[in-house]
């Protein structure tokens, strides 16, 4: 099995911008591992994390995401690649005429071969493990800031992912909530040995990672790599 | 299996706003009933345009090939009746006047165009609702017989007749005693109708050449074939006449008015403007709901929803809000049908085909508006998501 993100060179430039915002970039991380990428605001993490989540199309490099190269890939193979990676973001985006169980079972109904009876007791579980248990029939719109973001995490989880992509989860959260979602994450993360490639600035939360990766202007200035080298 | 789910999702976001939903509904349920109304006051025009010669009940006609209406009818030879006689497929030919005079209403004093249809009652090729009962009575010297179905405006004879019995009333400038009433209905080109033998006709009439007629009611012996029988009268006959079958005259009379006149496009052109409106409020309704919820939408597509399946769900909308619209547009104008129907006296009524064609029309207009929205699809841009 390789590694679930392996990148090398990667470059990127906007349309409109003169100077890259990523600079041959490389970066891997292996089976079941937490990385938190830092850095200051416009150091490039946020594009990493849209090229390494399929959302953006790659200009050069090479980008391996759960096996697939993403260099020269189609549309259709970066959706069918985001398939299989839980997105959680800095806002819950929850479908608001939804509950938290459709929102969650949204993430299921995605695979053909799925019932409705076992998405939605799929989502109960996931919602259980959220601590949501008792809201599953809520709507967003009558949870708190921090039952939104667990509700987003259950969504993330709920397909059974290979791997969790998260840009400042707790950004719109205040210090407690924020904490206990980013435990919550890496909780499950932990028990299901998913890898989670998380964007963050705060403080507060770089002791649940397994590594910190720092970046700077468009390049990654330490621990490229996993302790251990790469799980080949 | 994805159309449902995509379909399902449709159905919740519309029902989220439950006010947007109503408008949408209501935007949808105008445009259908502003279309049926256009589309049932074309239909009734042409109908009504044939009333006569359905009513005729001819198998074949013979008209002046420059006749371009029938309330305008060119004169042909009444020799022509006469001489189709001599094929052995024909039992009856009645030659048939048509003209148009005054008709005084005896309440008000007031004149009003009336259309006159002159033929011998006695002959059995024209079968006008109660003529039958009244033929002896219009046998006698000027005497007429009513269409009750003519407009109100030549006043309460109906209601005269039935309290005292027949009365006399000024035609053409001439005293004329109503002995009964046919029913017929009345057309864009006649406001009433009143029926009398040849001879009263010309009574009334009096600078017609008792040598022409305008209009000739052929009937076939049982089991003639119209077809052939036409094909051999066209081929003895001189050009100054033409041979129509019963479904050929109603056609032809319609033809004048969807293709002689403006009528049939300012319909058209009415039911066009209809469904623009109605799209314009579909397409309002679909955009904002895509607009406001463009952040779901980029978070469906980033984890893993085609741009496909959310075309799927705002075309799942837009063909909701049109079955959704069109049944309260459709009973809504059941309902205008009748009393636009007692008002007028057009014979306005729904039927299967119109049904179908205006749920094909708002389908289409819903569809086109689902595609103009979808285009705000494209800024759902996942990538802006981080």
Not at chain 2, 174 to 193: E, K, P, W, Y
Not at chain 2, 348 to 370: H, N, P
């Amino acid at each position: 099995m390789s590694s679930p993100i392996a990148l090398s060179g990667v470059s990127y430039t906007y349309d409109k911008g003169d100077r890259p915002v990523l600079r041959e970039v490389g970066l891997t991380i292996a089976e079941g591992e937490i990385v938190l990428l830092t850095g200051p605001s416009g150091s490039g993490k946020t594009t990493l994390l849209t090229l390494v989540g399929a959302l953006r199309a790659m200009q050069s490099g090479s980008c391996t995401v759960l096996g697939q190269q993403l260099m020269g890939a189609s549309e259709a193979q970066r959706v069918a690649l985001r398939r299989r990676i839980g997105f959680i973001f800095q806002q819950h985006n929850l479908l608001g005429f939804l509950t938290a169980r459709q929102n969650v079972a949204m993430a299921l109904e995605l695979d053909p071969a799925s019932t409705e009876r076992d998405r939605l007791a799929r989502a109960g579980e996931m919602l259980e493990a959220v601590g949501l248990g008792a809201k599953a029939e809520s709507l967003p719109g009558q949870l708190s800031g921090g039952q939104r973001q667990r509700v987003a995490v259950a969504r993330a989880l709920a397909a059974r992912p290979g791997l969790v992509l998260a840009d400042e989860p707790t950004a719109a959260l205040d210090r407690q909530s924020g904490q206990d979602v980013v435990r919550l994450l890496t909780d499950l993360a932990r028990q299901r040995g998913v890898p989670i490639l998380l964007v963050t600035h705060d403080p507060r939360i770089l002791d649940i990672a397994d590594r910190i990766v720092a970046m700077e202007d468009g390049r990654i200035t330490s621990a490229p790599e996993p302790a251990t080298g790469p799980a080949i | 299996m994805t159309a449902i789910l995509a379909a399902r999702l449709a159905w919740r976001q519309l029902l989220s706003n439950r006010a947007r939903l109503v408008s949408a509904i209501a935007g949808v349920t105008f445009a259908c009933v502003l279309v049926f109304m256009q589309l049932g006051f074309r239909g009734a025009l042409f109908d009504s345009a044939s009333n006569l010669p359905r009513a005729l009940q001819g198998e074949l006609f013979l008209v002046n090939p420059l006749t371009l209406v029938m309330f305008r009818p060119e004169p042909i030879a009444r020799v022509r009746a006469s001489q189709v006689l001599a094929d052995p497929d024909i039992a009856l030919s009645v030659p048939i006047y048509l003209a148009q005079t005054k008709f005084r209403n005896p309440e008000t004093g007031r004149q009003r165009t009336i259309q006159l249809i002159g033929f011998d009652p006695e002959a059995g090729a024209v079968h006008f609702e109660g003529l039958e009962a009244l033929t002896p009575a219009l046998k006698r010297i000027d005497t007429i017989a009513f269409d009750r179905r003519s407009r109100p405006e030549f006043g309460p004879i109906t209601p005269r007749l039935e309290q005292s019995g027949p009365f006399e009333v000024e035609v053409g400038g001439r005293a004329m005693l109503v002995v009964g009433l046919v029913a017929l209905g009345t057309s864009f080109g006649a406001d009433g109708n009143a029926v009398m033998t040849e001879t009263n006709f010309r009574r009334i009439v009096k600078e017609r050449q008792p040598s022409k007629t305008d209009l000739v009611a052929i009937r076939l012996k049982p089991g003639a074939d119209a077809q052939a029988v036409k094909q051999r009268l066209t081929t003895i006959l001189p050009r100054d006449v033409m041979v129509l079958t019963g479904p050929e005259l109603i056609a032809w009379e319609r033809s004048y008015w969807e293709k002689g006149t403006p009528i049939g496009f300012i319909f058209g052109f009415g039911s066009l403007m209809g469904l623009i409106v109605g799209m314009v409020i579909v397409y309002q309704i679909l955009f904002s709901d895509i607009a406001t919820h463009l952040k779901e939408y980029a978070t469906l597509k980033a984890i893993g929803y085609s741009n496909h399946y959310l075309r799927r769900v705002v075309m799942g909308a837009a063909l909701m809000l049109a079955v959704f619209g069109f049944i309260p547009g459709f009973l809504g104008s059941i309902a205008l049908y009748s009393l636009v129907a007692k008002a007028t006296l057009l014979p306005l009524a729904m039927d299967a085909a119109r049904a179908a064609a205006v749920f094909g029309l708002i389908f289409a207009m819903c569809a086109s508006a689902g595609l103009l929205a979808m285009r705000k699809l494209g800024e759902a841009n996942p990538a802006d998501m981080f």
